[in-house]
């Protein structure tokens, strides 16, 4: 079948490195958008709401001016992706260490990582969760808790997050054709597959979620994909740790 052609491998793990710093980076990248001066204008001046404008907080529309609170669905995606890197390194790493070295940490690395996304994920379910619940509670709560998610949550960025998913559907691309590029036997690796596969369906389901709705309600459909993304992270994580505990329970035989 050939040797591994470590040139594109190489390139294949910077391309997934990168895609994984946009992602965490995201929450700096979208948190800086501002809502346009007649936007807030045309809310606030809704007839509906003429006798309510006296409850409004100023600390609530200086917000505006601050920025809205950053995306979470992309952030989330930086967990399942980062496990799509550790599997890349594994099965890289007996380029660079000896493999007798290599088979005794494999099963306790993989525990490890394993647990912190795991757990991570878990957490990330339950908090985003709550936002979720916060924010739906807040938006039904008319007049005065809808003029207030729309002054914290109405304006989400849904270009730069269109951006920032473009960018990264073109990365992964990239990635899966420099793996197929440097062996052949990648593409034979089930589990690789689908975790690569699991990773551009994140990317979609995201996508959809800030296109399914007004702009208003992309800040509640994003977080609810970021649950989506989270669930996905806990099964593989548990997959990552079925199969860890066995390597280091025949390590330790």
């Known amino acids: 079948m050939g040797e591994l052609r470590k040139p594109f491998f190489i390139a294949a793990v910077a391309l997934i490195l990168i895609a994984v710093a946009v992602e965490v980076g995201a929450t700096w990248f979208l948190g800086g958008v501002r809502a ?51 599997t890349v390194l594994l099965m890289g790493a007996p380029m660079f260490i000896l493999e007798r070295i290599f088979a005794k940490v494999q099963g306790i690395a993989t525990l490890v990582v394993s647990l912190i996304a795991l757990t991570g ?97 992309v800040s509640i459909t994003d977080a609810i994909a970021a649950i989506l993304v989270f669930v996905l992270v806990v099964l593989w994580a548990v997959f990552f740790l079925v199969g860890s505990i066995v390597a280091v329970v025949k390590a330790v035989a």
């Open 121 to 217: 994920s878990i957490a990330g379910i339950f908090l985003t969760f709550s936002l979720v619940m916060l924010m739906v509670a807040l938006f039904t709560a008319f007049p005065f808790g809808t003029i207030v998610y729309l002054i914290i949550y109405g304006f989400f960025d849904r270009t730069g997050a269109n951006v920032t998913l473009s960018l990264l559907i073109l990365l992964k691309v990239a990635f899966a054709a420099c793996l197929i590029l440097a062996h052949q036997r990648f593409i034979q690796n089930k589990g690789l597959v689908l975790i690569v596969l699991t990773s551009l369906a994140a990317n979609i389901i995201i996508s959809f979620s800030h296109a399914m709705v007004p702009r208003p309600l």
């Open 36 to 86: 346009k001066a007649d936007d807030l204008t045309s809310v606030l001046n809704d007839p509906a709401l003429a006798d309510h404008k006296s409850e409004i907080n100023p600390a609530d529309l200086q917000k505006l001016n601050e920025g809205t609170p950053p995306g979470r669905a992309i952030p989330a995606m930086a967990v399942l992706d980062g496990l799509v890197l550790f």
